[in-house]
């Protein structure tokens, strides 16, 4: 049988694994897949710069042209990453009836409906299960393996950089920004790290789960966002005195026929599956209402995960070609007709445990006082740690609480902030119980 | 568009569970997969006890002809269980044209080649995602997501049953017999639980795994067995001193063109993802060359769980016929040209770590005794617990050893088993640390 013939646009980190992919495991893809996959062109504007891979003469190219209207290639990989010029070829390969093969989150979680549209219009199939959770399965488990579920929850771990970070500090202490400089040197950060520790990379990431868990139009702003930034070794070490692991959750939960979706550092009990993710790796967590827990693990990113995640793509719509079909799979889980925009739950509406680290002076009454606050706002609370004496300035009072409502929990530190015995912001994270089970 | 229509033999607790989540989530499974799936007949020898789900008039028989001669009928759902009827049942549906989809890991692991050759035959597909590891996408992810890498191992907790007893003698102390008996009370364990505790289930499942993740033929008594019966509080306590935790593990690595497969109960280091397992939840690790370590976990058996995984198969070969094809992806993995029989790597032959516990007389010279003895056979210990003093009778003296040959292991343990210092047959339990980075 003749080669599937595929051409690749980005010849970066991941780029270079896929080509070192297709070429060591060529005999193993070949008895799976049947097919050889040929890798006929690569574009990138440079073309120089040595990528650790050999590829033979004639297939480098700074033309994408050359892959965009070659009638023999079938599909086209996009791993040039961002908004622009992705876009537009990735719009081009579709209109010339190409198949596409994307890691692009940034992308599909902003561009994502007319980029599916105008794919469903010309028939073709989009992979990208290198997107979400790189080397994880979450899109096809998304799509198929949880088909007959409601998906009541999920829960991620979805960035390896505020992993790597948070790991880090929990196991070895450090502050944030000493942690943050090791994850450069390490290169599991980035000089320029805001997009990762922000929740950016993040929320794409939830943004495209949401999408296809629920069948909806999603609009990244719409989804409430915290990074890991202002997480301090103080309040690692009093979770862990509780019993708890600070991560970077992204959560989503079906609240009737609205999703409440949000990202945070989020506290979760030390003996959660969850809780034992370390280092730079990546965690899934799904509720179906007929599977129960079905929770995924591995790397999130880096050269050859991602390219394990793009070649399965390529096979799997080599498969459909092979067939003589397309569009087997809806490209957003759902049939188009079903899609429409989610409703998110309002911030305010959200019910959760919080932890909370008060800065107060050390006198009496104060804790009736804090406690008191709350109370008329109606959130009791669950457990209380106070140390240390001091003199002069703030001793930290940490509380956990039973279940409130977001929008009480704002009114109270509006008002405990404001007291003369509290010295500084009050420290909130979430605490997670409810949908982890 | 028309239901899709589909016929069940077998209306057992799975059985009574396909029915229900046809029903509850008729809804979402229409949304994503674009028809309904319309259950046209139920046959069962039963049709009088009461299964918690209602049945409209007609659907239930006790004659199975009624489903597999019914040209409407495109799947037939096989829950019956066991070789036969359920084999014949199976080929007569194939030999209609009809696709399959079952949780029947103990005919696929015996009959699977002459079943798989049936249906390549006749064009249907088979769908049997239920009969690994449940609800968690095993089988999908074998044959689809890492569809690019060479599997270089997997490990398997692959019984909830052993999972459960093994949990709780780890939680809760209690010696095997007692901790059986609970489980039986509680369900986790059948009034006859050999299947289950001797690791023949679980042999069943390796089976199908290393034939899907290598592309072999495999004869399941080739697969070498230990269960957990023997497995003693003891021996969980010296386990968790040493930073193990004790689970029965399904073991395959790749060794050249051979592979290493083996069931026993296993120590793992107490931090690893495998440790977390508890209660009768099943997981899988997986290492991919390329993919690394990829994790999935959830419930391995039960009513809904098990219910998710065959309406998830009905949709994938709904898929199929939808498009008019089948035969997309190998139902073994591989090409079946590419399919030959395993070679088993033999267990004399394998090299791992070991954790042994010798009932020895409390006297001197012991310990130089037994470790001559291990030295002779090139095996090296790596760390050694001896308590307590009797003057009468045998104190346990436990040693882990470095990696070793377990044809020198038996060997010195035949060897030192003769010493008239020791008093009972000396306790092996393998250490898994390579295979589970």
Redesign the interface.
Known sequence: MEDFQVGLIGFGTIGA?VVR?LR??EY??K????RRIRLKKIADIDVTTPRGVDVPDGVLTTDVNEILNDPGIKVVIELVGGYEPAKSFVLTAISNGKHIVTANKALLATHGAEIFNAANEKNVGIGF?ASVGG???VI??L????????ITSFLGIMNGTCNYILSTMTEKGGDFSEVLKKAKKLGFAEADATFDIEGIDTAHKLAISVSLAY?KNVKLDAIYREGISKITQNDIEFARELGYRVKLLAIAIERGDAVEARIHPTMIPH?H?LS?VNSNFNAFHFN????????????GA?M??T???V??DI??IG??C????S????LR???ED?IDDVTFLPMDDIVTNYYLRFSAVDRPGVLSKISGILGTHHISIASVIQKGRKKEGAVPVVMTTHEAREKNMRQALEEIDKLDIVLDKTVLIRIENGALV
Not at 31 to 34: I, L, N, P
Not at 289 to 295: H, K, L, N
Not at 322 to 325: C, E, N, V, Y
Not at 327 to 330: L, S
């Open positions: 694994g992919l060591e495991n193993v893809i008895k799976r897949f049947g299960e080397t994880i399965p096809k488990t799509k198929e393996s949880l088909a007959a579920n409601n069948g003996d599956l034992s179906g209402d007929a599977s129960g827990p079905v929770f995924l693990y591995g790397q880096g050859m995960p390219a394990s995640a070649v399965s096979i799997d498969r459909d092979r067939t003589g079909i569009g087997r799979v809806p889980s759902f049939q079903d």
